[in-house]
């Protein structure tokens, strides 16, 4: 039997590991594995004992991006493997996620892996990790938000740079640049996105949703309407929450940061 596309283990404190499971590949993304991986997220997404996911590639790479193998063959088309909304586009699977997904960068990332990773929420890489657009030297337009998210996650002086070349970007560079959010050593990669699982999981539940969603929203908007957007939710949700919560919730913050 073969084993499975993409791996999944659901910690008891509320996440779930996901691991791209084509290493021989370099996780490269078929049609099978897009597919088993956006399934994989929409029913981690109705699984209420979920609420944070992991995502990180099995062996030596991320993501190598689109199966250019399986492309070159005529086994699949080029708007069937990238930027077709479908029941098994997985990027857009990761954007109906209502809980934060943290991206555990293990290694290359490269185009359609590229994309995969700036659809993560907060992204922690290793020193192996490393990322490139090659778009435009494959000849295949991009569809997933490559295009906008890594202009307005580094400027789009650079974003040129990145996707009009090719080239590599490193993790440290990465990380200098403002889309990753941190390197780890490899080896403690996946204790660290557990840890910042853990962390996030310890607030207050509906607000882990409403957070992500208000910052998320408002980015996609001019500042004034996104300050707008912050303040008619804020007004909405906070009409709902009563002294005695606030109190209790309070003095569970202050006893977290007294162990500090």
Request: hydrophobic residues 50%; charged residues 20%; glycine residues 10%.
């Amino acid at each position: 039997m073969n084993e499975s596309l993409v791996l999944t283990e659901i910690d008891p404190a509320g996440f779930a590991l996901v691991t791209l499971n084509r290493p021989d590949a370099l996780n490269a993304l078929s049609r099978a594995l897009m597919g088993e991986l956006a399934q994989t997220i929409d029913r981690l997404e109705a699984d209420p004992a979920v609420r944070v996911l992991i995502l990180t590639g099995a062996g030596k790479a991320f993501c190598a991006g689109l199966d250019l193998k399986e492309l070159g063959s005529g086994r699949a088309s080029v708007g069937g493997l990238d930027g077709a909304v479908t029941a098994n586009d997985p990027v857009t699977s990761l954007q109906r996620f209502s809980g934060p997904v943290i991206g555990a960068i293990n290694g290359a990332a490269v185009t359609g892996g590229f994309e995969l990773a700036l659809a993560c929420d907060v992204l922690l890489a290793s020193p192996q990790a490393r990322f490139a657009d090659t778009h435009a030297r494959v000849g295949i337009a991009p569809g997933w938000g490559l295009s906008q998210k890594l202009s307005r996650a580094i400027g789009i002086y650079r974003a040129r740079e990145v996707s009009l070349t090719g080239n590599w970007v490193s993790a440290e560079q990465a990380a200098a640049w403002g889309f990753v959010n941190r390197v780890v050593p490899a080896e403690g990669l996946l204790d660290a996105a557990r840890a910042l699982a853990r962390d996030m999981l310890s607030c207050v539940p509906e607000m882990l949703v409403r957070y992500k969603a208000i910052i998320g929203d408002g980015f996609a908007l001019p500042f004034g309407e996104g300050m707008a957007l912050e303040k008619a939710r804020s007004t909405e949700f906070n009409a709902t929450v009563g002294a005695a919560a606030v109190e209790a919730r309070r003095e569970a913050v202050r006893a977290r940061n007294r162990g500090v």
